[in-house]
């Protein structure tokens, strides 16, 4: 069946520095695919989204491009700031296309 | 539109008790979904409605658990006979149809079994 697997963290940066969190996919046909991030004590929330091959979802600095060659959607953001700190949570539907699958997350933790 | 509300936040339960949660959802959105949340591991599929039909159930969701959601409204989540690897967060999510556009998740309920 479908499924995502992300790079383990924690990720620990700095203000202001590069972030990539890698996400691969196993997928029958080509699902939509999500990024979603859970802030302490909330829910979760979706991040961006990318529904065919090549899409590039982006949201509040972060982006992710569909990469059907490498079944790949990595989460990128140019400059971090402490508010950014979280667990990112990669997504696709099942094969089924009735419910979504997550990765196990990544925590990413920013410090000033 | 209040987004999805989930109630209670936390529970502590002794071993062997029964425990309900209720989930209200987008009230527009006619999906509604339930996952389980253990520390460390991302949201893992129990069940999902459309309207009041449930419409799919995971392996995880073993016969001490029963989902409802009568009149395609707000759902409850009940756990018989608790034990304690059934101590983790439970979330409700909602979505508009299949959900293309992604979900809605709610804030958790937080089951702690002693």
């Known amino acids: 069946g479908n499924s995502v697997t992300q790079m383990e963290g924690p990720v620990t940066l700095s203000e202001e520095a590069f972030l990539t969190i890698n996400c691969t996919y196993t997928a029958t046909g080509y699902p939509s695919l999500f990024w979603y991030v859970q802030y302490p004590g909330e829910g979760l929330q979706l991040l961006l989204k990318?529904?065919?091959?090549?899409d590039k979802g982006s949201n509040k600095g972060f982006e992710a491009t569909y990469r059907k060659e490498t079944t790949s959607f990595h989460l990128e953001k140019g400059s971090v700031q402490v508010s950014d700190s979280a667990v990112y949570f990669c997504?696709?539907?099942?094969?089924?296309?009735?419910?979504?699958?997550f990765g196990k997350g990544t925590t990413l933790s920013v410090s000033s | 539109d209040t987004g999805v509300s989930q109630d209670p936040r936390h529970k502590i339960t002794k071993r062997g008790q029964n425990v309900t949660f209720r989930c209200d959802p987008i009230?527009?959105?006619?999906?509604l979904y339930w996952y389980r949340q253990t520390l460390g591991q991302g949201p893992e599929f129990l069940t999902y409605?459309?309207?009041?039909?449930?419409?799919?159930k995971s392996r995880l969701l073993s016969d001490r658990f029963s989902a409802e959601r009568p009149k395609g409204s707000f759902s409850t989540l009940e756990i018989q006979r608790t034990e304690q690897g059934d101590s983790a967060m439970y979330l409700c999510a909602s979505s508009l149809t299949a959900g293309e556009g992604g979900y809605t998740f709610g804030s958790g309920t937080r089951l702690t079994v002693v």
């Open positions: 990318a529904t065919k091959a090549d």
């Open positions: 409605f459309q309207n009041e039909a449930q419409l799919e």
């Open positions: 997504a696709l539907f099942n094969q089924a296309g009735t419910a979504l699958i």
């Open positions: 009230s527009e959105h006619n999906r």
